[in-house]
């Protein structure tokens, strides 16, 4: 059982945030003051300080409350404001009321600030010191002019007034710089990444202009064969495109989704033969460069069972898959025509690409079975 996902509740936001540190600090503080009080209510009974012990006991049950309906029924913001709100009143009464362990008001000098500005931020944090302050000017006042019996003299009060107010004044400097480097950083990676996707969608671009010219010197070649080769390499560029406009498109200019990705191979490769291509693809996340060498293996395994696997005009079935084993992924392309067995198509382009590439996915490279048609898998390591 990990402390600060489920004792603190930090499982209820998204790992690396700061809603999750707030919520696991919040918890955190909840927890120990509920035992710092009920053990303070035990000593202040004893020494008859009726007051005090009736204040932190209801503070206690308050704060249970609070941790037991976090954060289904109280959000994080409401329980930030219920802690913030009965520390900075057990602040100022334990200067007013005398308890138990009142010197601990003295902790909250230096704490209480620090509380205030990492939950509340900048604004909010500098109006809740003013309300703070205010209570410190009026429990000074109350040792002047004797309202009530005061605990401290008026230069100890003053004293408290005035470290509390230049230690939330530092405070407050501090989060404003720490806050402006956080804008910047953020706007920086902004810019980084505007920058890099536009990169890509400019290479994508590039890349469907030398499509293009392809496309057009295909039309003027009467040769069934080198027609083949320009489209062949017409589809090599296409799927590599398709990683740059995954990428300018996407949330994340790193990562690629396989199962987008490799769909989109298949719905141009489907467009350009008549052969029925069954598809079974489970969604794995690749960086760029596995996801392009990925990406063009699929294609040229793709290409040769439907250049090679059936006879002319004869329609066949296609089968392609990729799977999510542990720490690797599998690829898998099956056709049950007479596949392609000789030595001659052992060493064209496509099948010399398809082992060169696959051996930078996985150290198990590629395994061409030809018993039953042609089933070729590709390892690739997450």
Known sequence: MNLSETILRGSYFPVGSRDRLKAVLINLTLLLAILIMLMDVYGSIIHNYYAMSIIESTTAGMFLLTYLLFPQYISLQNSIYIVLTVLSFLFVISLTIIGNNHEFAFFWLATLPIFIFFFLGIKRGFLWTLLVVFSLILTTLNAIFKWMPPLHTVDLLTQITLGYMAISYLLYVLEKERFRYEINLVNALNDKEILLKEVHHRT?????????????????????????????????????????????????????????????????????????????????????????????????????????????GEKGTIEVSLQHLEDRALLRVKDYGKGFYTQKSYNTLGVTLMKDLSATLDDKGIEIDTSNGTEIKIYCAL
């Open 204 to 312: 994508k671009n590039n890349m469907q202009i030398m499509i293009s010219l392809l496309d057009t010197q295909s039309f003027k070649i009467d040769n069934s064969k080198y027609k083949k080769m320009f489209q062949s390499h017409v589809e090599r560029l296409q799927a590599m495109s398709l990683v740059h406009e995954h990428l300018y498109r996407g949330e994340t200019y790193e990562t690629v989704d396989i199962h987008t990705y490799l769909g989109e191979i298949l719905h141009n490769l489907q467009g350009v033969t008549s052969h029925t291509i069954l598809s079974e693809i489970d969604h794995v996340t690749l960086n760029m460069k596995t996801a392009l060498n990925l990406g063009l293996v699929f294609n040229e395994a793709v290409m040769n069972a439907i250049e090679h696997a059936y006879e002319d």
